[in-house]
């Protein structure tokens, strides 16, 4: 069980480095929470296709994977 | 369905899957206890949080996709949301977890609001009656897809009220929680064998999904395009791909809105807050770190896992139109493609959904219903019997294993209730938003302080009866259970009741009607109650404890000073023995302590909680209460030591310990530097004193002199006829008056000149003798006038020092008109010269009334007097000894005062003899330094 020696080494870092992955993280969950939402839904809830995929699964799952890959980077880049 | 695979091999098949299940766990296990963990792993952490994704994912979200097009979504939307902000509120709830060695979302919150074990049993209860439909949906989908994939019916006799396909698999999967979650008992709830399981169960209905998901669009279809092209062109399905249905606006009319904001919303709450979820991710989690891969691991999972659903869905659509329910698609759609064993893969996929849904959720309320509501009972009710237990054990894993069954009983009972009427969907969100009534109290107890038992617990009951008002009961009413009225015209005829339009809120979909009531009845009374609650100090001690998390001391102290439980701990497993106890008090306090403090008591007799008090003081008394709480907890449940959680915990009191030292350390520091600056701050008052009296000295002085010459020069200027020897007398007294104010300025100016480090010197290798005797030649009339005698003693030949000829003359000066100051008329005065040690010494010897051994330091300070004795009035400037003083310092020699020995003048034998210290020459070579002041 090294479990112990790693938490102890992470306590001193933690609140200055995390802080800003913090902050970036509830910037995502705000966007996220914007663009997965109603207003922005109807908008490209609309006909019309993105290489034979409706606009609207598109958007969904195009932006779904942008805010992974945001949040992966996010994590990353601290 | 016309085709369908033998029901022998689906079964067959499914004992294999779920015996490989098994296999996994118990190796993982095996390899935990080696202490080569498998599940210590980030990956492994998010993969594991994949039981999220049950038959409702893996079958429910193609049925809904089927009438909502992209409204399936917002259930998986929510827990990426959530995941987004795991650094900030998962984070604290894992490290509070680990710090309050919490076993279960009821224990959590029980041990927020006080250890209240009132909350924690509503919790336990709440949780279990709110995930009951949840169960059942599992049951339900297992069985129809079951029905699906053998052509239905295809278990001959097995058909019956109590013994039908739900019954059966209710049974094996209580039977297979009981394997895996209750088989031992473990005092942390880690189930490392369950988490291998799971990971690996998220990964086969992520792969059976993708294969169905690969071959409904390439193999059934010609790709993407195609299937979107066919769909589009059937003007009932077009829609789905819209946002019209998802968002509530069924074509050309006003459906119920609300849906998709509630469903993400709900979703979001359930994440956090089912049974399971917390289990995996927070109780079972073996490091905090690991949430940050999982922050984005997990939703790109549930991402995969959604990627076909709207693909498999318009297929089956187009496939079957109406003749099959949508929830088994993934079953029907291969099989009717020809592919059985795809359609045996998706079966298996879906099993494996609900067999990890079913046993981590049982497992979780299994353990929430012992410890939070069924051992305090019995703890209350029964406490005598269970004290004279020697092992608790096996009655712990009845009780659990009873409510496995139980649990499973509860989900069969309502699948045969209810579960004919509802999608898969439907059934699971009643059950989201039950278990949502913990998120205020959970969230809101992370960071407001003020938050208390009573507002927790009114919380909760308002929410939770609200909710069984507005989703559970009209469930049964549409499932035939009760009357039809009950939904359409409210209970008794009263419109303003009915549970889907209440107080006459309408046009709401029925789930965001209850999220609106329940969170209202629910924030309002957590909100309202906490307001105007007083809670005590325990409880506002444990509050801090939760919400200053990342501040708290090791020790359980929280930053504010409150006090940390000293209660003895509320749990069951303390139930020890008198030697139990000893023996940990043993270990930490040395055995003679142990056993004077537990004297008289027959070891193997139980505790009870007065010993237990006591051993936990004495325990906090060596190694803080936090850690005796830990040493007291794993003394008493055996086996379950931890010892790396004490160690750690031991770790951190040393820590405190040193932390204090420093500060006493620190402390002391600053007390010597206070001392230092409040003496001087004294010696500053202190010259202050004595510079004013200097001033008022100084000005005395000059206006002394200044006088006479006044009085003397109008004399002279008014009295032309003065004759001339009283002209003259007085014209001497004028010159030498002013030859005194001359060189007291000069002595002023010195003094500031040496002060300032103004001063030029010259030094070089000089002969003594000549500037003794010029020193004595200035001062010679100054005795004579005196009627002193001055006798000299210098040698010939003096051996040549390092010094400034004028500055060596003007101390000689001083300390000779300084004896000639003290010395009575007709007193003796002599200066000799001696070498001593690589120094010439010089000495003024005077028979005058001496320096009091307590002022010989202090003469030499300048503006000092001591001329005061012996006429009541200073004598000198009080600056010739200071600047003497200062030159010999810099000249690297020393200046002091002694008793005259023998005195000049054996018979007053008083005197005082004034030396200084020249170094030779010779001796510099050895101290090139000898300018150095020596203070």
């Not at chain 2, 295809?154 to 013994?163: D, K, N, Q, S, T």
Request: glycine residues 10%.
């Amino acid at each position: 069980m090294s479990a112990p020696d790693r938490e102890a080494g992470r306590e001193a870092g933690q609140d200055a480095g995390s802080g800003r992955h913090r902050d970036r993280m509830i910037g995502l969950f705000l966007l996220a929470a914007a663009a997965f939402n109603p207003p922005l839904l109807g908008i490209f809830g609309v006909e019309g296709r993105v290489l034979g995929v409706p606009t609207l699964y598109v958007w969904v799952f195009g932006l779904w994977a942008a805010v992974i890959a945001l949040a992966a980077l996010a994590g990353r880049t601290r | 369905m016309e085709v369908g695979l033998d029901w022998t091999t689906v079964l067959i098949a499914a004992l294999a899957y779920l015996s490989a299940l098994f296999a996994i766990a118990h190796w993982a296990d095996r390899r935990e206890a080696a202490g080569r963990s498998v599940i210590a792993s980030p990956t492994i952490f998010a993969l594991s949080l994949g039981v999220y994704c049950t038959t409702w994912t893996f079958y429910g979200s193609v049925g809904r996709a089927a009438t909502l097009g992209i409204g399936f979504l917002p259930v998986y939307l929510g827990p990426t949301l959530l995941m987004l902000l795991a650094p900030l509120i998962l984070r604290k709830i894992l490290r509070i977890a680990k710090t309050q060695r919490i076993t279960s979302i009821a224990d959590f919150l029980a041990s927020r609001y006080g250890h209240s074990p009132l909350l924690g049993g509503l919790v336990a209860l709440t949780a279990t009656v709110g995930v009951t439909p949840y169960i059942a949906l599992q049951l339900k989908a297992v069985a129809v897809s079951f029905d699906a994939l053998t052509g239905g019916g295809g278990m001959g006799p097995a058909e019956g009220p109590f013994l039908d396909h739900g019954f059966l698999i209710a049974a094996v999967m209580a039977l297979f929680a009981i394997v895996f979650g209750a088989r031992q008992i473990d005092a942390a709830e880690h189930h490392p064998g369950m988490v291998a399981a799971i990971a690996l169960e998220s990964l086969v209905k992520l792969i059976a999904f993708l294969a169905v998901g690969l071959f409904v669009v390439w193999g059934l279809h010609d790709g993407l395009e195609s299937l979107f092209d066919a769909a589009a062109a059937r003007p009932d399905l077009a829609h789905l791909m819209g946002s019209d249905p998802a968002l509530g606006h069924a074509p050309g009319g006003n459906g119920p809105w609300g849906a998709w904001v509630t469903t993400t919303i709900l979703s979001a709450a359930a994440m956090l807050c089912l049974p399971r979820q917390f289990q995996v991710m927070v109780i079972e989690s073996v490091d905090e770190r690991h949430l940050d891969r999982a922050v984005w691991l997990f939703p790109l999972y549930l991402l995969l896992i959604n990627l076909f659903v709207l693909p498999v869905a318009l297929s089956g659509l187009l496939s079957f139109g109406g003749r099959i329910d949508p929830d088994l698609f993934m079953v029907a759609l291969p099989l009717g493609g020809g592919a059985d064993w795809l359609a045996l893969l998706a079966f298996l996929g879906g099993l494996s959904a609900a067999a990890g849904m079913i046993v981590v959720e049982s497992v979780a309320l299994s353990t929430m219903l012992c410890n939070d509501l069924v051992m305090p009972i019995l703890l209350r009710t029964r406490s005598r019997a269970l004290a004279r237990s020697a092992d608790l054990a096996p009655l712990l894993l009845a009780v659990r294993r009873i409510a496995i069954v139980t649990i499973l009983l509860f989900g069969y009972g309502y699948f045969r209730l209810a579960g004919s009427a509802y999608a898969l969907v439907s059934i699971g969100l009643i059950s989201f938003t039950a278990v949502a009534q913990f998120a205020p109290a959970l969230i809101g107890g992370l960071y407001w302080r003020g938050a208390t038992r009573r507002g927790a617990i009114g919380g909760v009951t308002a929410g939770t009866l609200v909710w069984a008002y507005t989703l559970l009961l009209p469930s049964f009413a549409r499932s035939g259970w009760l009357p039809a009225s009950f939904i359409a015209d409210g209970p008794w005829g009263i419109a303003a009741l009915r549970p889907y339009a209440l107080f006459g809120l309408e046009g709401w979909d029925s789930l965001a009607h209850s999220l609106f009531w329940t969170a209202l009845a629910n924030i309002g009374a957590y909100v309202g109650l906490s307001l105007f609650d007083r809670p005590g100090a325990a409880e506002r001690a444990q509050a801090a404890a939760f919400v200053d998390v990342f501040q708290s001391t090791p020790n359980g102290t929280a930053p504010n000073g409150a006090v940390p439980l000293r209660e003895a701990p509320p749990d069951w497993r303390s139930a020890a023995s008198v030697g139990d106890l000893t023996r940990v008090v043993a270990r930490f306090l040395g055995p003679q302590r142990a056993e004077r403090a537990f004297a008289g008591a027959d070891p193997d007799e139980p505790a009870g909680p007065e010993r237990l008090r006591l051993a936990e003081r004495l325990l906090a008394g060596a190694i803080g209460g936090a850690s005796a709480r830990v040493a007291l907890a794993s003394s008493v449940s055996a086996g379950a030591v931890e010892a790396a959680e004490l160690l750690r915990m031991l770790d951190e009191t040393s820590d405190v310990i040193a932390h204090s030292r420093e500060l006493e350390r620190k402390t002391a520091e600053l007390e010597r530097a206070t001392d230092a600056l409040r003496a001087a701050n004294e010696r500053l008052t202190e010259l202050d004193r004595l510079k004013d009296d200097f001033l008022s000295t100084v000005t005395h002085e000059l206006r002394t002199p200044l006088t006479s010459i006044r009085a003397l020069s109008e004399i002279l200027h008014d009295d032309p006829d003065l004759d001339t020897d009283q002209r003259q007398e007085f014209l001497a007294v004028i010159i030498k008056e002013s030859e005194r104010l001359t060189r007291l300025i000069n002595q002023v100016l010195d003094m500031a000149k040496i002060e300032a480090g103004a001063l030029d010197w010259r030094i070089e290798t000089i002969d003594a003798g000549p500037a003794l005797t010029e020193a004595v030649a200035a001062t010679e009339a100054l005795f004579l006038e005196r009627g002193i005698t001055l006798s000299v003693d210098i040698p010939d030949r003096l051996p040549p020092v390092r010094g400034d000829v004028d500055r060596l003359i003007q101390v000689v000066v001083n300390l000779l008109s300084n004896a000639a100051k003290f010395t009575p008329p007709g007193g003796r005065t002599r200066l000799e010269t001696r070498l001593e040690s690589g120094f010439l010494k010089v000495t003024v010897t005077d028979s005058g009334p001496g320096v009091a051994a307590k002022d010989r330091e202090l003469v030499f300070d300048r503006f000092r007097q001591s001329g005061d004795t012996l006429t009541g009035k200073p004598a000198g400037t009080g600056l010739g000894l200071a600047i003497a003083k200062r030159i010999v310092e810099h000249l690297g020699g020393r200046i002091g005062v002694a008793d005259a020995p023998a005195g000049p003048d054996p018979e007053s034998g008083k005197g005082a003899a004034f030396w200084f210290t020249l170094p030779l020459a010779a001796n510099t070579a050895d101290v090139p330094e000898f300018g150095v002041r020596r203070e």
